[in-house]
């Protein structure tokens, strides 16, 4: 009888399941003759030899030259050194075809995603691809796994953002802890994680509270959409601060500077995101290509 935890993994890897329990046997007893294979699994003798020769192709099993065709299999660290080679080729070649422009218009729909690492992965490439700013929104258990790659944006020198609900360190971010975390965490027992990129994208996730699965995910590529909730992001993060500077007794000359000189709003119209909404969806566009500092106050002037 094939052994199911061996098996399993090689179906991920794309054998069928006969070509798995094939393996699996060969591992158990070998050298054999596809006969001999197709007597202990009990299965058509045609369909063992059939796939005995995809597994060949695939260079897991060696097939002896002479009369009696034994079979050995490919030991496993070879077999899956192969696996591995193949994949990176295969993603390699992918990469170069997938970057060919495509031509299409922007996409203004929301999409619903289903997966916690569909989540994460979409995170990550959010993170890969933003030039200027990014704003997050993390709990603990997310927050965790991107850790890494926040970081690796901001070593780029992305304005990254985040607020945390534990105390957290993130380097070269901008880290801001809400000012009663324990209150979000009981009225919210999950796990979230939002990002906003450039103010051209965002994603809104509420996984289980293990982090294991979606609750409820929602990635948009949106203008306006990504637009607002930057703003109302960014304005969040300010606000925290200026809640933790209340509850530390500070004056009201230090918290009007942490609101005039605030990371996310000074850099709020600066955004990729938002120049390509000014040029989207009114006849001027912005006045200048580059960045542009804005003075003035607090998070609302960003959604004007």
């Known amino acids: 009888m094939a052994d199911l935890d061996t098996m399993q993994p090689l179906v991920a890897l794309g054998f069928t399941t006969l070509e798995a329990e094939i393996y699996t046997f060969l591992l158990q007893e070998s050298p054999v003759t596809g006969y001999r294979i197709a007597q202990a699994l009990r299965k058509p003798a045609p369909n063992v030899y059939k796939a005995l020769e995809s597994l ?43 970057a060919r422009p495509t031509g299409e218009a922007a996409d203004d729909r929301v999409y619903t995603l289903r997966s ?62 809400d000012a009663d975390p324990e209150l979000v965490r009981r009225r919210w027992p999950g796990q979230w994680i939002n990002v906003v990129a450039d103010g051209r994208e965002h994603l809104i996730a509420y996984l289980t509270p293990d982090a294991s699965a979606v609750q409820q995910a929602v990635w948009s590529g949106s203008a ?20 933790n500077q209340l509850r530390d007794g500070a004056d009201p000359e230090a918290i009007a500077r942490t609101v005039a000189t605030a990371v996310p709003v000074s850099k709020a119209l600066q955004a990729p995101g938002y120049r390509e909404l000014a040029t989207r969806f009114t006849d001027s566009g912005p006045r200048t290509r580059g960045p542009r500092r804005r003075r003035g106050r607090g998070g609302g002037k960003a959604k004007r």
């Open 56 to 98: 060949e192709l695939k260079g897991a099993v060696l097939v002896e030259d002479g009369e009696s065709r034994l079979c050995r299999p490919v030991p496993p660290g070879e077999l899956l050194a192969q696996l591995e080679r193949r994949f990176r080729e295969q993603r390699a070649r992918a990469e170069r075809v997938l």
């Open 116 to 177: 916690a690492d569909q989540v994460m992965e979409r995170a990550r490439s959010m993170l890969r691809d933003c030039a200027e700013v990014v704003l997050v929104d993390a709990f603990p258990l997310p927050l965790a796994v991107l850790r890494p790659d926040l970081e690796a944006t901001a070593a780029r020198g992305v304005q990254v953002s985040v607020r945390v609900y534990e105390p957290a360190e993130v380097r070269g971010a901008h880290v801001v802890t």
């Open 224 to 243: 306006i959409l990504s637009w607002v909730y930057h703003s109302a992001l960014s304005s969040e993060i300010v606000l925290e601060e200026v809640r």
